[in-house]
């Protein structure tokens, strides 16, 4: 089945993260989960006319470790930031707030009605603690109707 995601993508050169609603394929269409959450730190390996140079994946989440999941979306509502594996790779030059904010954003664009206001849940590396929590505690309180984060054009 195919599903539609929101993604953080590398804006290939032009200095800018790329928040783009793409199509996966989605082996778990018919699980009832909302998947499009999970789907947002799949790799990004788009098509192209030289396949000889362009292979790598251009979602920051995924690049990055960032991996959402959440619960049953009918018995436990429950989003989760597994956050323990972050680093970001030398060919991005993003910061890590950027990367982050944008992978929030994706992850708010793509919430059903029923998890809208539902905490993030972060599993964290110590390294990254102060900095990412801070974020999440932000994201937590913001209103998930609007906007949490722009990229710079």
Known sequence: ???????????????????VEV???DWYGMSGQPTS???????????????????EDLNLASAC????SCGDIDTTLE???????????????HSREHILRASLECLRRCLPEKLRQIAVT???ADANRDWI???????NAHDRTK?????AV
């Open 122 to 124: 972060l599993k964290v």
């Open 23 to 25: 199509t996966c394929h």
């Open 147 to 151: 906007v949490f984060f722009t990229p």
């Open 1 to 19: 089945m195919l599903t539609a995601t929101v993604q953080p993508l590398d804006g290939l050169g032009s200095g800018t993260i790329k928040i």
């Open 133 to 139: 929590t801070k974020i999440i505690v932000e994201f």
């Open 65 to 68: 470790g960032f991996r959402f």
């Open 37 to 55: 959450i999970g789907l947002i730190s799949s790799p990004n390996v788009p098509p192209t006319n030289n396949p000889k140079e362009a292979k």
């Open 79 to 93: 989003l989760t930031l597994d956050a323990t594996a972050f680093s970001v790779p030398q060919r991005f030059g």
